[in-house]
């Protein structure tokens, strides 16, 4: 079928409609273009299509730096412009709002802050991911995962990895292949990190638990590389659904990757999260500490803390903070990153944030869950803190809509400014602080 899509949906896809009014999501179109598409599944109330043949293309298109777009399921907003990437973002955010939060129109739009974003928008990612596939020739190569399902697309770089190292993609992946001709190295996935403040790389090598050529891996891949990288193994367990860090092993150089953000200077170890855009995750780190405005005297607390991102800077203006995370790995790295900052009025507490919420009360307390967003009960106990704001940190807009939603059934915190953050150039995904108040 012809259609023309008329906007970016939160996802890959563009959203056009039949000519008889139906739904259709199509993937590898952006909003503006006019398309042929085949359907690829129709359900009751709408239709997923492929484009196979853009026949007018979008006035939004832009040149991207990437042969890939399109293929890889890295950048799929890529070639759209930044314009109309920022107005899809805001759009997608208040969307939710409205459907699954119950805010209504003219609310959300007095409540939305235009998206903030950081300069870069190409080479701004700390961080990437490569996968392990046979190739054409049967030997093991490293790329990533395309936009079809089952598809791998071998890369030697990325754009959006961080442009102070650009060759080190085709250096990563060529060593791992050359080593992978003689041993079978069990790869699942690879890491690799690296900092333009302080130059760190760090190379995640993530295999089951079992023997491994450690000075082998070391050697080849300290000549392709450089001999300062951290070179570290994840050893991990378990179903595939259900896989966990059973222990990890330096292979060479440092054991954690370091990275200067803000007024810190942090140290994340191999299975830890950190925010992949440094930058951007300065700007939460303002908008949070802006909202809160903690004072000396006062309590904090900090859920799912992670590595203390939002921990350290709450603890060097308050007098206490409680910090809550369930990850071993990030507990580990906090206690690390505490020390070494010389901060000594943090409790850190390692488990559930429901099961393990503090005993000690807050005057201002930061949330930052996982894509699931809050569980109910989280948010009942935040309630019944006496907290009088609340940042809540969020990287999916329909469960923080759901989450909003109760904390107003709640009674007790309102929001009174949300502000999506473009932490995910040339992608649909984006970050938001909402800042909640107690109600008088």
Same mark, same amino acid.
């Given at each position: ?131 392990? $596939? ?16 089952? +598809? ?12 102070? $190292? ?61 001999? +300062? ?45 950190? +925010? ?33 991102? $939002? ?114 150039? +040339?992608? $649909? ?12």
């Amino acid at each position: 079928m012809q259609l023309t899509c008329e906007r970016m949906v939160y996802g890959p896809d563009a959203l056009a409609h039949t000519p008889e009014g139906k739904t259709v999501f199509v993937a590898g179109a952006v909003a503006g273009d006019t398309v042929e598409a085949r359907v690829v599944a129709e359900e009751k109330s709408l239709v997923r299509a492929v484009a196979e043949r853009i026949v007018s293309p979008s006035p939004d298109r832009v040149e991207v730096p990437c042969p890939f777009i399109g293929v890889c399921g890295g950048c799929p907003w890529g070639g759209l412009s930044r314009t109309v990437q920022r107005a899809a973002k805001e759009e997608n955010l208040k969307s939710a709002l409205e459907r699954i939060g119950g805010f209504a129109r003219e609310e959300v739009d007095a409540l939305v802050a235009p998206l903030r974003s950081s300069k870069d928008v190409w080479g701004y990612r700390n961080k990437i991911e490569l996968a392990p $596939f046979v190739g054409a020739n049967g030997k093991l190569q490293l790329g990533m995962h395309g936009r079809q399902a089952g +598809q791998m697309v071998r890369v030697d770089a990325c754009p959006l990895f961080e442009k102070k $190292f650009p060759k080190l993609v085709k250096a990563v992946a060529g060593a791992l292949s050359y080593l992978s001709n003689s041993r079978d190295l069990a790869l699942e996935r690879v890491g690799i990190r690296a900092s333009r403040r302080t130059g760190a790389v760090e190379i995640a090598l993530w295999t089951p638990t079992g023997g491994f050529p450690r000075a082998q891996v070391a050697r080849v891949l300290g000549d392709a590389v450089s001999s +300062q990288a951290g070179v570290v193994r994840v050893m991990s367990k378990g179903e595939k659904k259900a896989r966990r860090v059973s222990a990890t092993e330096v292979l060479a150089g440092r054991s954690c990757w370091n990275e200067r953000i803000g007024f810190e200077e942090m140290l994340i170890s191999a299975p830890s999260f950190f +925010q992949v855009n440094t930058q951007a995750a300065e700007i939460l780190i303002d908008i949070v500490m802006e909202a809160l405005d903690p004072k000396p005297h006062e309590m904090a607390m900090d859920l799912y803390c992670g590595a203390g991102t $939002f921990t350290l800077p709450l603890a060097r203006r308050c007098d206490y903070v409680s910090a809550v995370e369930s990850y071993g790995p990030a507990v580990r790295d906090l206690r690390r990153n505490l020390e070494r900052a010389q901060l000594d009025n943090v409790d850190v507490i390692g488990g559930d944030a429901v099961r393990e919420f503090p005993d000690a009360d807050a005057d201002v307390l930061v949330v930052d869950p996982p894509r699931a967003g809050l569980a109910p009960e989280a948010v009942d106990l935040i309630a019944e803190t006496s907290a009088r704001d609340v940042a809540y940190v969020s990287c999916d807009p329909a469960t923080l809509a759901r989450d909003l939603k109760r904390f107003r059934e709640q009674n007790v915190f309102e929001p009174v400014r949300i502000t999506p953050v473009d932490l995910f150039p +040339q992608t $649909f995904h984006c970050e938001t602080v909402v800042h909640l108040t107690r109600r008088a």
